[in-house]
């Protein structure tokens, strides 16, 4: 899952296989999470969100899944397609009143 | 909806000079975040208003950075003077607790080049 240093770790996928994109997050506290997505050139785009008092949240070819006791966010997408190409963020939040931490970022591949 | 709106997209600027960036928040969002995302140090925010008051700029890396917010569809983020480590992209995100929850919408950047 993490960054270390100036280069993104990079997951390479085969196109029509799921993706597992995993993040580990440090504040046990943290009550809200989310993933972006970001394409070359733009901003990023929210792509789901979850909070604490579930653990699987389900969208159109993404899940996220939340496993509070080892701090582990996921993000699933079924069929990889070659738009999904794209450095995925997740993000967490403590509270209503406080600000988003931001992980470094994952690079998804997809072969064609 | 048009979505967050950011001018200019592309600012290169020589070392010394000053900076504005502009941002329009999503009509209706009454929250507003400035980010700036490098290589090195990946997404990071700088300062943040809510309801046009901004209520956390411990992100602000010094005082060549200055935000305002004077009105609840515009804000600038101004840098005097610019340094080369400045050099970025800076984001402008906004989310309304009443209709997007605590989701942030991010516009699409302004590519910053500091000679």
């Known amino acids: 899952g993490e960054s270390v240093g100036l280069h993104l770790p990079t997951l390479s996928v085969q196109e029509g296989d799921n993706s597992i994109i995993n993040c580990a997050y440090s504040n046990s506290a943290s009550d809200y999470f989310i993933w972006y997505k970001q394409e070359s050139g733009k901003g990023p785009q929210f792509i789901i969100d979850?909070?604490?008092?579930?653990d699987k949240r389900q969208g159109q070819r993404v899940t996220v899944l939340l496993n509070k006791t080892v701090k582990h966010l996921s993000l699933q997408i079924a069929a990889t397609q070659p738009g999904d190409s794209a450095v995925y963020f997740c993000a967490e939040k403590r509270g209503a009143n406080s600000k988003l931490t931001f992980g470094k970022g994952i690079t998804l591949s997809v072969r064609p | 909806d048009a979505g967050v709106i950011q001018s200019p997209r592309h600012e290169v600027t020589e070392m010394g000079q000053e900076v504005t960036l502009r941002c329009k928040p999503i009509?209706?969002?009454?929250?507003l975040f400035w980010y700036r995302q490098t290589m090195m140090r990946g997404l990071e925010l700088l300062i943040y208003f809510n309801n046009n008051v901004p209520i956390d700029d411990s992100g602000m890396p010094e005082d060549r950075f200055s935000a305002k917010m004077p009105n609840a569809s515009f804000s600038t983020l101004k840098i005097q003077p610019s340094e080369p480590r400045d050099s970025a992209v800076y984001f402008c995100?906004?989310?309304?607790?009443?209709?997007?929850?605590?989701?942030?919408?991010f516009g699409p950047g302004t590519r910053l080049l500091v000679l």
């Open positions: 009509s209706g969002h009454n929250s």
């Open positions: 995100a906004s989310s309304s607790a009443r209709t997007s929850g605590e989701t942030q919408y």
């Open positions: 979850i909070r604490s008092n579930m």
